[in-house]
């Protein structure tokens, strides 16, 4: 999943940064709404989910996303504010918000929060990714097949999410790349294979099916 973080706080932006980075996530930070606004426009399809401050230089937050809806954007949008009143949360959430948070938060908290909106964004209700021989726990940060766990870097992990989240679709080196890399990181050209080889040394070379040229696709059966 990549996220945008829009948080003008430089302690609170590099800390969330720090710690989604950590989970596996790809991670964008700006830190005031013009540039939310900017990045929202250009790098549009790249994005899932937006950590939006309220208090911002240049543009509130309420007007990032009055707009982000006026335009008829759906991405997902988490409110992380220091504003705790009842009208604050009642505004955001009708202006079109996801969810709502206010600070000081746990980190732990934040992240079940995201597992939550990416379950719902994908219309499942069970938070385990299933095939018929891997399951994938987002909140336990585990992946087992046939009872055995695999130990997966948070890279791996990530990469192997990707595919699972679209069972059957082939997603291409450019989809996989903007789902684990932010665009601060120099990607290698191979990055994704080498990943990908790792990958299926682990949960086995049978499970990830290449067509050559287009992509790659979790297999879902067994």
Same mark, same amino acid.
């Given at each position: 999943?990549?996220?945008?973080?829009?948080? #003008?706080? /430089?302690?609170?932006?590099?800390? *969330?940064?720090?710690?989604?980075?950590?989970?596996?996530?790809?991670?964008?930070? &700006?830190?005031?709404?013009?540039?939310?606004?900017?990045?929202?426009?250009?790098?549009?399809?790249?994005?899932?989910? &937006?950590?939006? #401050?309220?208090?911002?230089?240049?543009?509130?937050?309420?007007?990032?996303?009055?707009?982000?809806?006026?335009?008829?954007?759906?991405?997902?949008?988490?409110?992380?504010?220091?504003?705790?009143?009842?009208?604050?949360?009642?505004?955001?959430?009708?202006?079109?918000?996801? #969810?709502?948070?206010?600070?000081?938060?746990?980190?732990?908290? *934040?992240?079940?929060?995201?597992?939550? *909106?990416?379950?719902?964004? !994908?219309?499942? +209700?069970?938070?385990?990714?299933?095939? !018929?021989?891997?399951?994938?726990?987002? /909140?336990?940060?585990?992946? &087992?097949?046939?009872?055995?766990?695999?130990?997966?870097? /948070?890279?791996?992990? !990530?990469?192997?999410?990707?595919?699972?989240?679209?069972?059957?679709? *082939?997603?291409?080196?450019?989809?996989?790349?903007?789902? +684990?890399?932010?665009?601060?990181?120099? &990607?290698?050209?191979? /990055?994704?294979?080498?990943?990908?080889?790792?990958?299926?040394?682990? +949960?086995?070379?049978?499970?990830?099916?290449?067509?050559?040229?287009?992509?790659?696709?979790?297999?879902?059966?067994?």
């Amino acid at each position: 999943m990549r996220i945008l973080i829009v948080e #003008d706080d /430089a302690m609170i932006g590099a800390s *969330l940064v720090r710690g989604l980075t950590d989970e596996g996530y790809a991670v964008d930070w &700006v830190r005031d709404g013009g540039q939310a606004e900017a990045a929202l426009i250009d790098r549009h399809h790249e994005f899932h989910l &937006v950590l939006l #401050d309220l208090g911002l230089p240049q543009r509130d937050g309420t007007e990032v996303l009055r707009h982000l809806r006026a335009a008829g954007d759906n991405i997902l949008v988490l409110i992380i504010t220091a504003r705790d009143s009842l009208a604050d949360r009642i505004e955001g959430l009708d202006l079109g918000a996801d #969810d709502f948070l206010v600070k000081p938060f746990e980190l732990t908290e *934040l992240k079940a929060r995201i597992r939550a *909106l990416a379950r719902r964004h !994908a219309g499942r +209700i069970e938070p385990q990714l299933k095939t !018929a021989v891997l399951t994938l726990d987002p /909140a336990a940060r585990c992946v &087992v097949r046939a009872d055995r766990r695999i130990q997966l870097t /948070a890279r791996e992990f !990530a990469l192997l999410e990707a595919l699972m989240q679209r069972p059957g679709v *082939l997603l291409s080196r450019t989809q996989l790349e903007s789902r +684990i890399y932010s665009w601060s990181e120099a &990607v290698e050209s191979n /990055a994704v294979e080498f990943l990908l080889h790792g990958l299926r040394q682990k +949960i086995g070379a049978d499970q990830i099916e290449n067509v050559r040229g287009v992509g790659w696709r979790i297999v879902t059966g067994s």
